[in-house]
């Protein structure tokens, strides 16, 4: 099973919105409505952002927001904030053999 | 408050064994839907999921790529879930983090749904160097 597909890296200016992508396949991304987003700082554990495509945890400033359209989930940010600069992994369930597959980790950078 | 704490940083030779826990507390454990995952994260490199254990009876699945690499168990009696290697090897370098696993758990085929991981550890590095 190979790793979902995210851009390396995403930027945006404060105050910009910007979208990560995490494109994967009929049998993951496209098959189950259970895509999470993680955040992780350098050197911390990672955080959970969004999870069930759209859904945002108790805590989670309402600026971030969850997608999906075929076999790709995208994470968006929105009124982008210094605090937002940190690595972004999208995960996936992937039937009962695989189980979840992760996506390959955005960094994005506020300018 | 639900907490995952997981054991100290290790340094190992190639070839040693190791077993390193995850100590999870603040909620029900006997919950069907509450699992304990591992996930790797080698140096500078993204998050691999690795595998699954549910505590309340140690139902346990793999990753494709980790099964048989290395074994994931637990003792609900101490509310703690391991992760263990038998011979260890230098590209298992790297940091291992637990997290607790939202699930859904079918009776009727008798596989679990995955969800997300709603809490984490705050990792265990590993380090196997001769």
């Known amino acids: ?111 | 408050e639900v907490q995952l704490v997981q054991s100290g940083a290790e340094v190992k030779k190639p070839g040693e064994s190791l077993k390193i826990s995850c100590n999870y507390s603040g909620y029900s454990f006997i919950n069907i839907n509450y699992w304990i995952a591992w996930v790797r994260q080698m140096p500078g490199k993204g998050l691999e999921w690795m595998g699954i254990i549910y505590p309340g009876d140690s139902d346990t699945r793999y990753s494709p790529s980790f099964q048989g690499q290395v074994t994931i168990s637990a003792d609900n009696s101490i509310s703690t879930a391991y992760l263990q290697w038998s011979s260890l090897k230098a590209s298992d370098t790297a940091m291992y983090y637990c997290a607790r696993q939202i699930a859904y758990y079918n009776i009727l085929t008798g596989h679990p749904t995955l969800y997300h991981l709603d809490y984490w550890g705050q990792g265990t590095l590993v380090t196997v160097s001769s």
């Open chain 1, 1 to 111: 099973q190979s790793a979902l597909t995210q851009p390396r890296s995403v930027s945006g200016s404060p105050g910009q919105s910007v979208a990560i992508s995490c494109t994967g396949t009929s049998s993951d991304v496209g098959g189950y409505n259970y895509v999470s987003w993680y955040q992780q700082y350098p050197g911390k554990a990672p955080k959970l952002m969004i999870y069930d495509v759209s859904e945002r945890p108790s805590g989670v400033p309402d600026r971030f927001s969850g997608s999906k359209s075929g076999n790709t989930a995208s994470l968006t940010i929105s009124g982008l904030q210094a605090e937002d600069e940190a690595d972004y992994y999208c995960c996936s369930y992937a039937g009962s053999y695989t189980l979840d597959v992760f996506g390959t980790g955005t960094k994005v950078t506020v300018l």
